[in-house]
């Protein structure tokens, strides 16, 4: 149980376009979602956190208007990156807390970007 | 706010002997203790957990950790590993906010 999945699990784009990233709670729900990019050979950094049904919270130094996120329901958050540049490449990672259950964070399988 | 230090990047082991990864955190109050696998291209897979209770604390493929506050450590432990142990290993830590803090990581590279 406690399965997250992730779409697309990798994706090209041009500079300047968009691209969405999903993210969902396949067998139970999620009432807590969080973001994660990692870099090549680097650890995980939190984007933001996202809870159902009200506005993300963004850590500092992560630019709201250009990770828009919604977690729109009980199982599935997205991710878009508007106006992708090539210093946005990189591997995204979402992950769930079950309701209740606050401490435990499921993570998906990750999301790689690259913006050529 | 919380952090935590891996105090070793890379880790080259013999199949079937021990291995030990080191975790030192930092907190003002009371912590989760967690360490995550992350095989290459996929996401992160929980090991183990501290959120209260007994310090050792055992975990999925043979892996267990201790607890031990006064030295605010958290270290991996494995006594025999295998290949397919070869992977990335993270320790984190999370407060009452419930949001992780990761160390750098460990690579972990298991030899035959």
């Known amino acids: 149980g406690a399965v997250v999945s992730q779409h697309p699990s990798w994706v090209i784009c041009k500079s300047g376009t968009s691209v969405k990233i999903e993210c969902r709670s396949l067998?139970?729900?999620?009432?807590?979602m969080f973001w994660y990019r990692q870099f090549p050979k680097q650890s995980l950094m939190l984007m933001a956190t996202?809870?159902?049904?009200?506005?993300?919270?963004?850590e500092q130094g992560v630019e709201k208007d250009k990770f828009l996120i919604n977690h729109a329901s009980l199982t599935l958050s997205t991710l878009t990156v508007t106006s992708a540049h090539p210093e946005d490449s990189s591997f995204y990672i979402c992950?769930?807390?079950?309701?209740?259950?606050?401490?435990?964070?499921?993570f998906g399988p990750g999301t790689r970007l690259t913006v050529t | 706010a919380q952090s935590v230090t891996q105090l070793d990047s890379q880790v080259p082991v013999f199949e079937e002997a021990p291995v030990e990864l080191r975790c030192n955190y930092s907190?003002?109050?009371?912590?989760?203790l967690f360490w995550y696998v992350q095989y290459p291209n996929q996401g992160l897979q929980l090991l183990l957990k501290?959120?209260?209770?007994?310090?050792l604390v055992k975990g999925i493929n043979g892996f267990e950790a201790e607890f031990n506050k006064s030295q605010t450590s958290f270290h991996l432990r494995k006594p025999s590993v295998h290949i397919s142990d070869t992977a990335e290993y993270f320790c984190?830590?999370?407060?009452?906010?419930?949001?992780?803090?990761f160390g750098a990581g460990t690579t972990v590279t298991v030899r035959a």
């Open positions: 067998d139970f729900q999620a009432t807590t």
């Open positions: 984190a830590v999370s407060g009452s906010d419930y949001k992780l803090s």
């Open positions: 501290y959120l209260s209770g007994s310090t």
């Open positions: 996202s809870n159902e049904g009200s506005k993300a919270t963004y």
């Open positions: 907190s003002s109050v009371s912590v989760y």
């Open positions: 992950s769930a807390t079950r309701t209740g259950y606050f401490y435990e964070q499921y």
